[in-house]
Structures are given as structure tokens and as C-alpha cells.
């Protein structure tokens, strides 16, 4: 039995796809966000407290947390019992930071990387540790179901979709730095930003929808909708999926979201504001909105 521990949702999502994939038979410790991907995914699943878990599996499959310390309980554990312990990193920033709490590092016997750019980044940033490139089940997943979503039908001229996706900011950096503006900026700041320039996107807009990241209240920027003459969707409850299918662009900072965007074949822009210290996505074909409007004052 492989012991499965998470409790932030990005590298849940990678296990999960995974387990479901391949039939493999798993106990699971989990907390937060990672118990509602898991049942939507492999259904109602047994829980186990962390040491029973160590205790009992064969081997770990472990993700990493931005604030929890689960997953580092977790390596810490299974080195002590001789445990192999294997941690899947998602996104591709602030890998060698997950593992040290408290000021002690706790380190896995293996990381697994779901594409080649996460590999350049992990082997510079984590040289020590063995690597293996393991496909991302998740994208192959998030492929597969968004050719399935039906498409909405949409009137002739009626202008493009862009799906705006938010993160909390403020709260990320009072957690960990202790400062709600460590970046340099917030997110209220950073959809004025976008929602200031959102015309050099499309002559034709025809709705842009705000989403509230999972941890926000979905009316968290209602404020904008009184704010700026646009057709403004704020907290529509669909899912992140039925969202990106029904845009044409997709735009934010530096979420996970965006890369979804990719995936789906849209346009992808990142709306950080000048000055902002948020680490950009790597993939190339993102667009920077402050390119776009420096392009755009030379050409007036």
C-alpha cells in the first residue's frame, strides 16, 4: 500500500489523476483543500492519522503545502521509520522553501516533476535530490474534460470572453512574510490594474468574468463591477474548467489557473502591475500586459 499525504490542492490534484490512472492501491492522510479534490476524484476514501499511515504503507507519495507543515511531518517521519518517500512539486517556483519549517529541512528521497521546464528548475534548485520526469496526470485530465464541456453558443460580433483569475495576495504575505504587500502590490490592485488596460486585449468585449481563487469569498471584488463601465461577471459559480472552456482569454498574475488557459488552446496574459515581485510563469507563450501597453503607447 503506498501512503498518500497533501493538503494544499495543486500537488493533490497531480496525485490524484495519477492513483486514478493507474488503479494503485493507497491509504490516505489528509487535510484542507487536498480532502475535497481526493473524493472528487477517487470518491469517499478512509482516512488515516499520519503516524498509522507511515506506520502501515510500503513507501510515501507525498505533495508539498505553502503554509501547512502535513508534508513535512510527513518526509520527517518517514526517514526516521526507513521509509522511501517520494514528493510530487507542482507549479514551478519556491521549490527548495517547501521543505524547511521551523528552521529544519526535511528532505525526500526522490522528487517527481510533471514537465521539462519544472526539471531545469528543480535540478538547479534542488541538485541533491534524485528527479524523475513523471507525465502530469492532471493535464492529461484537464485536456480530456475540457473537450468534453460543451461549448456555449455564442451570438455573431458579440465580442471576445475573458476569465480574470484571482489570488489572494494579502493573505500569502502576511502568512508568510508577515506583510500583506510583500509583493509589491495586492490583488484589488492588480485586477484594477488589469481591468484599467483590458481594452488593448479586444476591441469587442463581450463579458469578463472575475474568479475568486478557492480560498476567497466568492464576493470578494464585487466592488468592481460599480467601479468600471465593463460588462463585469464577479463570483460566477461555475467550475474553473466550464470557465476557461467558455473564454477566450484568460488572465491573471502568476496562478495555476493560467497554465489550465494554456492547455485549453486560449490566449494568456499575466497582469502583474509594474514594480510587482510575484516570480512570472515560465512558459513563453504568456503574455505580459505591460508589454502590451508599452507596445501600444508607441504605436499613438
Same mark, same amino acid.
Given at each position: 500500500?503506498?501512503?498518500?499525504?497533501?493538503?494544499?490542492a495543486?500537488?493533490?490534484? %497531480?496525485?490524484?489523476?495519477?492513483?486514478?490512472?493507474?488503479?494503485?492501491?493507497?491509504?490516505? #492522510?489528509?487535510?484542507?483543500?487536498?480532502?475535497?479534490?481526493?473524493?472528487?476524484?477517487?470518491?469517499?476514501?478512509?482516512?488515516?492519522?499520519?503516524?498509522a499511515?507511515?506506520?502501515?504503507?510500503?513507501?510515501?507519495?507525498?505533495?508539498? @503545502?505553502?503554509?501547512?507543515?502535513?508534508?513535512?511531518?510527513?518526509?520527517?517521519?518517514?526517514?526516521?521509520?526507513?521509509?522511501?518517500?517520494?514528493?510530487?512539486?507542482? $507549479?514551478?517556483?519556491?521549490?527548495?522553501?517547501?521543505?524547511?519549517?521551523?528552521?529544519?529541512?526535511?528532505?525526500?528521497?526522490?522528487?517527481?516533476?510533471?514537465?521539462e521546464?519544472?526539471?531545469?528548475?528543480?535540478?538547479?534548485?534542488?541538485?541533491?535530490l534524485?528527479?524523475?520526469?513523471?507525465?502530469?496526470?492532471?493535464?492529461?485530465? %484537464?485536456?480530456?474534460?475540457?473537450?468534453?464541456?460543451?461549448?456555449?453558443?455564442?451570438?455573431?460580433?458579440?465580442?471576445?470572453?475573458?476569465?480574470?483569475? #484571482?489570488?489572494?495576495?494579502?493573505?500569502?504575505?502576511?502568512?508568510?512574510?508577515?506583510?500583506? !504587500?510583500?509583493?509589491?502590490?495586492?490583488?484589488?490592485?492588480?485586477?484594477?490594474?488589469?481591468?484599467?488596460?483590458?481594452?488593448?486585449?479586444?476591441?469587442e468585449?463581450?463579458?469578463?468574468?472575475?474568479?475568486?481563487?478557492?480560498?476567497?469569498?466568492?464576493?470578494k471584488?464585487?466592488?468592481?463591477?460599480?467601479?468600471?463601465?465593463?460588462?463585469?461577471? #464577479?463570483?460566477?459559480?461555475?467550475?474553473?474548467l466550464?470557465?476557461?472552456?467558455?473564454?477566450?482569454?484568460?488572465?491573471?498574475?502568476?496562478?495555476?489557473?493560467?497554465?489550465?488557459?494554456?492547455?485549453?488552446?486560449? !490566449?494568456?496574459? @499575466?497582469?502583474?502591475?509594474?514594480?510587482?515581485?510575484?516570480?512570472?510563469?515560465?512558459? !513563453?507563450?504568456?503574455?505580459?500586459?505591460?508589454?502590451?501597453?508599452?507596445?501600444?503607447?508607441?504605436? $499613438?
Amino acid at each position: 500500500m503506498i501512503g498518500v499525504v497533501g493538503h494544499d490542492a495543486g500537488a493533490m490534484e %497531480i496525485i490524484s489523476s495519477h492513483i486514478r490512472r493507474q488503479g494503485l492501491d493507497c491509504g490516505f #492522510c489528509l487535510e484542507g483543500a487536498a480532502v475535497n479534490v481526493v473524493a472528487r476524484k477517487l470518491g469517499t476514501v478512509p482516512l488515516l492519522p499520519l503516524e498509522a499511515l507511515v506506520e502501515q504503507c510500503e513507501w510515501l507519495l507525498c505533495g508539498t @503545502s505553502f503554509l501547512s507543515d502535513l508534508e513535512w511531518r510527513a518526509i520527517g517521519l518517514a526517514r526516521r521509520a526507513g521509509k522511501r518517500c517520494v514528493v510530487v512539486l507542482d $507549479h514551478w517556483v519556491n521549490y527548495r522553501q517547501r521543505f524547511t519549517r521551523h528552521g529544519q529541512w526535511h528532505w525526500p528521497d526522490e522528487v517527481w516533476v510533471g514537465d521539462e521546464t519544472a526539471a531545469r528548475i528543480a535540478q538547479e534548485d534542488l541538485p541533491d535530490l534524485k528527479q524523475t520526469l513523471v507525465p502530469n496526470a492532471y493535464f492529461m485530465d %484537464i485536456q480530456d474534460e475540457i473537450k468534453a464541456i460543451p461549448m456555449p453558443p455564442r451570438a455573431p460580433g458579440a465580442g471576445l470572453n475573458i476569465l480574470y483569475v #484571482c489570488e489572494p495576495l494579502r493573505d500569502d504575505g502576511v502568512a508568510l512574510y508577515g506583510d500583506e !504587500r510583500y509583493w509589491g502590490y495586492t490583488e484589488e490592485e492588480a485586477l484594477t490594474y488589469f481591468l484599467s488596460h483590458v481594452r488593448l486585449l479586444a476591441d469587442e468585449i463581450n463579458r469578463i468574468v472575475v474568479r475568486p481563487h478557492p480560498q476567497e469569498p466568492l464576493g470578494k471584488y464585487d466592488w468592481a463591477a460599480t467601479q468600471f463601465d465593463l460588462p463585469l461577471i #464577479c463570483g460566477e459559480k461555475k467550475t474553473l474548467l466550464e470557465q476557461i472552456a467558455a473564454c477566450d482569454i484568460v488572465a491573471g498574475c502568476a496562478t495555476m489557473a493560467m497554465v489550465v488557459g494554456l492547455l485549453a488552446g486560449k !490566449r494568456v496574459v @499575466s497582469c502583474i502591475p509594474p514594480g510587482g515581485k510575484t516570480v512570472p510563469l515560465p512558459q !513563453r507563450e504568456i503574455e505580459d500586459m505591460l508589454r502590451l501597453i508599452l507596445v501600444s503607447q508607441t504605436q $499613438h
